[in-house]
């Protein structure tokens, strides 16, 4: 939804018809909502950089430290960057998924069981997307034709997932054989760390897929409104179930990055991913009610956290004060997205005038 | 004189992000007078209504109450000073009580605990002062109908003890007969010396309740205090609009009796709302159903239109019957609906205009699944354009257009296929689905103004005489009568006569749709609450 | 039409190599103890003859980590060992309120003696004390209660002395390499846990006789991916490091796959608890990882071989005492690739 900043590249003839000068000037006011928002958390970004260059500058004197340094943040950020995007999209849509790590978690160890490795790693990419799919499909039907509230459905699918993943490996960490999968972690393509080539793929997919495409459309319409939706003929249902089917695909991806981070896999991991990825759409611009929200804002969302633990390690300070901020950042994004800059302006020429 | 005057405004202003929504109101209520405030949607009643509730501040003038100037800091502040405010969509907490609700706030409370017996006991007082004593103080309020919640809102005002109660659209959720009861408790508070300020759009209603008559145009106060009786409707229109348009209606073009039926509806029922309903449209034939609410006529609309299954019955269009309980089936049939809440069941109000108006026609401008917005933002500028939408501006949220433009997109949604169909011989080719045929019109005109309506009158008539079957439902029976070919009247979920326009006239009508119906009758029929909160912007 | 066809073939194929992995994804990895983590009634040990039959019962927490796993799984085969012993397992669930139900349970069933691995010890005291007062022998594996009346025997990790172990690696280590003033690194287990804040504190004391200090040091979750995670971001912050302690070695696969990603092989690192991966690895000495310390799951076996002499009324025969000790503190041993052969059969 950041959408705007270039010309719609279909958007040809508009310009002739009488809203021709209004319509640019609207495209314009608009993506300057929505870039002013994610400037809010580029500049957050921006001051985090500043205290990390501030507080440690011997490393930071290091251009190849600091290179590696932005790989290592936007690597730490890819999986979870991968299930946010599809965490957008549900929100978008007027759901909520609190499955998502369970689900990564359940994919990833059904992608590692002795067996599913004997296919070698076509074999286990191919089972950790489509147990994604699968449990993602689940849980859209539990909401969409089980109408079942989407909080509780996916409530349900975190335990339940977890529980099977705990079952299907024997509540054994499952070491990963498969060196092509192990070397994802570890594979440049072009000097860009294949992971967070992924993750770029993924934010651009998920950007056309929302800003670009019907099926973009429906999420926006059934997530703004579902019953003006239902009523001008589309399918409610249908689309529900699909973008729990994509938050699902979503964490297939995420659990195969991960194992590939971490070689390995079990029932444990991904731990409250669901809430890293729900602040991160939040904080991102997505409203919670549903019908709005930037997959490039939740992609900012999801770089801070990444960053902020960064920042803190590098500093040697505790996890606690780490969650501490986490938790301000997120009530400070928010309040800053709500702070109009409009506003602003109207005050300055209000206390202006005598 | 002077001294009844309790609420003077004095070149109020107020503006927001790139609307002046008030640009120098004028505005005198006197002690124990009903004074109705007109204007077109946009006109800023609404505004001017949330700056006397306390909820705006105005950026600039004099607001005098009791002959001191005030500047009320939040809604709370207001309503203390004794101004109570009843909005259009009612403010109600649907899981608290009637009693709850009437003293939200400020409850009758000993040592910080809520007296609930005290409470319960006011409050039955107070409906018994508005003359409804059969509603039960405990019952929560989302299990009464729109008519009843309405009375809660009054009785939270008289609550309060205010002197001056203002009345947003009171009517617009009242069946006919509630409206007299409404009146009666307006003569009695007034009576009591209480002032009423009274917004309606319907001028027969400001000639029997009002007193004076102030009108808005953009903002702005076009006459103050006009007597409300006496002045000629068409000098309160000039006002208004600054066009001398009339309730006109368009002249018929009468349908050709001898074309196949475009809509062949055959035994529908659903049990608890409507039985055994038969009835067609023939394309370029408006047909029109009376009733009150409750009789089960917007209930026919949705489960024609497949957004409720029928039980019994088929449904044809065009010959080939839907899939029951499928929206999907009706609009590939070419079927198109408005239905009767805009903001909750209609728009997306966030998104712009142009999205709104291809809600169910975007796929079709897609390729291979990618959505064009130029071409659609093209094609519904053409129906903007066709449909005189203003502002023109189709990029626009939705929300930021009066409740009249805001029915133009709604209807424009269905004509936008069609539009574009005339377009260019290359998208012909990729419209696979069948342009709009049928268009089903629940409540077109709710909310919309005079000058608004006349439009919204023609385009109907305009449509069907382009081939357009219409079936539509009103609440006001002169304008099922001025406009449909046909009528059908229904009364408790069953049609129970059919006669051609021009051959009925209102009191007929009335007393057919009323015969048999008690006082409470359309109170007995619970309502769907309406999801919106916001007001219309500017 | 052709490339249609060969598309859709493709398609069908990978969709039936897939189904074969999800089907099969089923029965696979079942992961049973390794005998060598129970020791059956064997030799001319006076305890080993059979006694009377006693039933134990057991209950843990839900295991979702490999240490916890082996726990059940070690508790359960050695039983399994015992000819006069009758095993009953309550699953613990997720929390302590649920364990204390499940306890509830087991106690109603009057089990000769009950061992139990309490999801908190503080709250789980009252069940302790309450199958204590009905008669039925409570021995408490590895997180102790606030009352000793609430269990007969008690028997636990030494966790402070884990960070103790890996302390004195480190100090001799880095004394045999000369290096006088090391960079030395932590990454810790689940930071709010007290067992986390003694193995910490432990290894804080044990630098400190070389005048060391932990240069930086994270927490982790147990789990791999957060191993992984911390140990990258605890890497861009060190970029030279001399030692580096992770206190699970079930995380530790994680540690070392940040390791393996980053390249980095200048310091030598030490696991915690003795996972079998993790001896294995040191045995084979083609990793940083130098050395373990132990905090071994066969705690679990000798916990139901307490609970059986206990119930039999039979002390430790090597001891002079007629009965088991009321505490049992077992010491963490250092494994390193000299005795790794050893304790190979302890991992888990």
Redesign the interface.
Known sequence: MKATTTADPGAHPVAKTDGGASLRRWWTSESNEFAGRNLGLLGVLVVLVIIGAVTRPDLYGDPEWVRNNVFTILQQASAIGVVTVGMTFVIIGGGIDLSVGAIMALAGVWATTLATQSYGPGGMIFTAIVVGIGAGLVNGLLVSYGRLVPFIATLAMMVAARGLAASISGKQTQISQSAVINDIATTKILGVPLLIVILALVVAAGWVLLNRTTFGRRTIAVGGNPEAARLAGINVRVQTLLLYGLSGLCCGIGAIMLTAQANSAQAAMANLYELDAIAAAIIGGTLLSGGRGTIIGALFGVLVFSTITNLFAINGLSTESQNMIKGGIIVAAVLIQQFRFGSLTKLFSRTAKP | MDDNVILKLTDVVKTF?GVRALDGVQLEVRAGEVHCLLGQNGAGKSTLIKVLAGVHRPDSGNVEWLGKPVEFANPQAAMRAGIATIYQELDLVDGLSVAENAFLGHEPRRLGFIRRGETARRTREILGRLGHAEIPARRPVHRLPSAGKQIVSMARALSHDARLIIMDEPSAVLAHDEVGNLFRIIRELTAAGIAVVYISHRMEEIREIGDRVTVLKDGRTTAAGLPARDTPTRDLVTRMTGRTIEYVFPDRVHADAGTAPLLDVTGLTRHGEFADVSLTVRPGEIVGIAGLVGSGRSELLETI?G?RRADAGTIRVGGRALRPGS??S???AGVG?A?EERK?????????IY?NVT??R??RF??G???????E??AS??V??RLDLRP?????PVRQLSGGNQQKVVVG?WLVGTAARNDSPEDQDRFGGTPTRLLILDEPTRGVDVGARSDLYQLIRDLAAAGLGVLLVSSEVPEVLGLSDRVLIMREGSVIREAPGGELDEEAVLDMIMAGSLTTGALAAETDTT?TTEGEAA | MIQDNSRRRLLFGGAVLGAGALLTACTSNEAGPTTAQTKGPEGDNANAAAGKAVTIGFSAPAADHGWMAAITNNAKAQAGAYPDVTFTSVEAGADAAAQRAALDTLISQKPDAIVMLPHDGKELTASGLKAMQAGIPVINLDRSFTQALAYRVMIKGDNYGMGVSAGNFVVAQMKAKGVTNPVIGEIAGIDSLELTQERSQGFKDALATAGFTVANRRAAEFTVDSGQREATNLLQALPKMDALWNHDDDQGIGVLAAIKQANRTEFIMIGGAGSKAAIESIQKDDTVLKATVTYSPSMASSAISLARLVAQGRGLSDLVELSVPKDITLSSETITKENAANYLQLGF
Do not use: H, I, K, N
């Open positions: 992000p239109y957004a929206v999907g009706a609009v590939r609906m239905p909750s069941q209609a728009l997306l109000l966030d998104e712009p999205r809600l169910a975007f796929a897609a390729r699944g990618f959505t064009r917005a130029g071409a933002a093209s500028a053409d903007a354009a023109p501006d189709v990029r626009r949604r999801g």
